[in-house]
Nanobody
Framework: QVQLVESGGGLVQPGGSLRLACTASGVIFSRYAMGWYRQAPGKQRELVATITMVGLTNYVDSVKGRFTISRDNAKNTVYLQMNSLDAEDTAVYYC????????????WGQGTQVTVSS
């Protein structure tokens, strides 16, 4: 059974930082490209950042220079370090994993809430 479990969300003040983690089980993690998406109330889910199986990263323009995605294959975990947070970053953040060679093998976590507010 494949599971992606996110953690690390919460309430933070503007300008603050959070680190999200997503731990996978039931997959060969090193073969998966991993990503973080977010969905704010009333908006569509959007891609935030991705990291390939070899560590290449990509970010949506609005988070470049503030967010960093990384992975630890030994721990089956992908991270999203979020700095300089502002209210526009408030959303439910979802972890995504997609097999690098078999695109139909794609999985989602349950989501973790990030709220940026004073």
């Amino acid at each position: 059974q494949v599971q992606l479990v996110e953690s690390g969300g919460g309430l933070v003040q503007p300008g603050g930082s959070l680190r999200l983690a997503c731990t996978a089980s039931g997959v060969i993690f090193s073969r998966y490209a991993m990503g973080w998406y977010r969905q704010a109330p009333g908006k569509q889910r959007e891609l935030v950042a991705t990291i390939t199986m070899v560590g290449l990263t990509n970010y949506v323009d609005s988070v470049k220079g503030r967010f960093t995605i990384s992975r630890d294959n030994a721990k089956n975990t992908v991270y999203l370090q979020m700095n300089s947070l502002d209210a526009e970053d408030t959303a439910v953040y979802y972890c995504n994993g997609r097999h690098s060679y078999i695109s139909t093998r794609e999985y989602w976590g349950q989501g973790t809430q990030v709220t940026v507010s004073s």
